[in-house]
T-cell receptor, first 113, second 115 residues
Framework: GAGVSQSPRYKVAKRGQDVALRCDPISGHVSLFWYQQALGQGPEFLTYFQNEAQLDKSGLPSDRFFAERPEGSVSTLKIQRTQQEDSAVYLC???????????FGPGTRLTVT | GNSVTQMEGPVTLSEEAFLTINCTYTATGYPSLFWYVQYPGEGLQLLLKATKADDKGSNKGFEATYRKETTSFHLEKGSVQVSDSAVYFCALTQTYGGSQGNLIFGKGTKLSVKP
């Protein structure tokens, strides 16, 4: 079956632009996670959804970062007024529920120039 | 807070060599431990896991044992192949305290296996 998909795969933004990154989880997966992976580092947790409810956003680095999952399926991570330090790979993962195996998408590589 | 420390790479081995990638962790309570692998051009994949002390996770010839006394979860393989070339991430998740299972990763270790 289809895995987790993310789009776009690559995004170049000029500093100050807004970007939107999309995640299509595996159908039926209740839990959805966003992670940020800087170059040469491991992924770091950003935020978590259970269905449409955002239950944890403790990892979002600033109020320029916003995530939503309005119908409990597709999720969008939005970054406003992008800065160079936002350059990273943004990973989405979904699972059947809390503490179940997470399946990762291929990521979106964001470069802010 | 919770954290994972793994040996820095890159690690370069010849085919059929023995592999060890060290991983130690700091966590409150009893975390679950994981190894993820990222092959070139692909997304992260779960390689193996262990959920309690002395558990051994294994998959594709890789093994790791959850050692609570040394807070370690070292990855081993007896005979690596060129196809094992990838980046390996050690990770943990809390199993209590309001956590919903978000993963905490190490920095990753890049393995290159030469024929």
């Amino acid at each position: 079956g289809a895995g987790v998909s993310q789009s776009p795969r690559y995004k170049v933004a000029k500093r100050g632009q807004d970007v939107a990154l999309r995640c299509d989880p595996i159908s039926g997966h209740v839990s959805l996670f966003w992670y940020q992976q800087a170059l040469g580092q491991g992924p770091e947790f950003l935020t978590y959804f259970q269905n449409e409810a955002q239950l944890d956003k403790s990892g979002l680095p600033s109020d320029r970062f916003f995530a939503e999952r309005p119908e409990g399926s597709v999720s969008t991570l939005k970054i406003q007024r992008t800065q160079q330090e936002d350059s990273a790979v943004y990973l989405c993962a979904s699972s059947l529920g809390d503490f179940r195996e997470q399946y990762f998408g291929p990521g979106t590589r964001l470069t802010v120039t | 807070g919770n954290s994972v420390t793994q040996m820095e790479g890159p690690v370069t081995l010849s085919e059929e060599a023995f592999l060890t990638i060290n991983c130690t962790y700091t966590a409150t309570g009893y975390p679950s431990l994981f190894w993820y692998v990222q092959y070139p051009g692909e997304g992260l994949q779960l390689l193996l896991k262990a959920t309690k002390a002395d558990d051994k996770g294994s998959n594709k010839g890789f093994e790791a044992t959850y050692r609570k006394e040394t807070t370690s979860f070292h990855l081993e393989k007896g005979s690596v192949q060129v196809s094992d070339s990838a980046v390996y991430f050690c990770a943990l998740t809390q199993t209590y305290g309001g956590s919903q299972g978000n993963l905490i990763f190490g920095k990753g270790t890049k393995l290159s296996v030469k024929p």
